[in-house]
T-cell receptor
């Protein structure tokens, strides 16, 4: 079965640079989520989109932005990178319609961002 | 507010022995509870969920979880642990008031020794 696809898997950037992460949700999933997981931390919710509209916002820094495109893929843009942004960034997707109100979230393998 | 707690940072068990990873929750309505497993440098994999119905939920890789409403717990269990079960386990609750949010516990590292 198709899973959530994230790219790139690994990314090294310098401080103050910009990075873009991409996410391709499971086909026919209408909701995309972004999470950040620091070393030894649990995943922290950043932002979500439902049907290409931002639906919820968590602890996403102002330096970060995200959007979901017409083909449902999503991109997380991170600017003015700081050392503390080094983390594993997960994209996840779910479907409200196919799975009713339960909406299990399925995660991608994550994108490792290292800021040096 | 919804939240989950995993009281143990680490659980050690010998291969072949039963394992339990604990999770307690706090929700304002009916809980929608999930367990995920994370292997090193990998994404979170869905194991099982409780929405309604039987309190004992069976999931992937032989795992099961028992929903206990009176104790507000959703402990993950397996009758016989494998070394390959060693990973990080996260309990999560879905906020039905804010449909898009999942709240994760802090994670429990399971070590299964041969």
């Amino acid at each position: 079965a198709a899973g959530v696809i994230q790219s790139p898997r690994h990314l090294i950037k310098e401080k103050r640079e910009t990075a873009t992460l991409k996410c391709y949700p499971i086909p026919r999933h209408d909701t995309v989520y972004w999470y950040q997981q620091g070393p030894g931390q649990d995943p922290q919710f950043l932002i979500s989109f439902y049907e290409k509209m931002q639906s919820d916002k968590g602890s996403i820094p102002d330096r970060f932005s995200a959007q979901q495109f017409s083909d449902y893929h999503s991109e997380l843009n991170m600017s003015s990178l700081e050392l503390g942004d080094s983390a594993l960034y997960f994209c996840a997707s779910s479907s409200r319609i196919r799975q009713g109100a339960t909406g299990t979230i399925y995660f991608g393998e994550g994108s490792w961002l290292t800021v040096v | 507010a919804q939240s989950v707690a995993q009281p143990e940072d680490q659980v050690n068990v010998a291969e072949g022995n039963p394992l339990t990873v604990k999770c307690t929750y706090s929700v304002s309505g009916n809980p929608y509870l999930f367990w995920y497993v994370q292997y090193p440098n990998r994404g979170l994999q869905f194991l099982l969920k409780y929405i309604t119905g039987d309190n004992l939920v069976k999931g992937s890789y032989g795992f099961e979880a028992e929903f206990n409403k009176s104790q507000t717990s959703f402990h993950l269990k397996k009758p016989s642990a494998l070394v390959s079960d060693s990973a990080l386990y996260f309990c999560a609750v879905r906020d039905m008031g804010n449909f898009n949010k999942f709240y994760f516990g802090s994670g429990t590292k399971l070590n299964v020794k041969p």
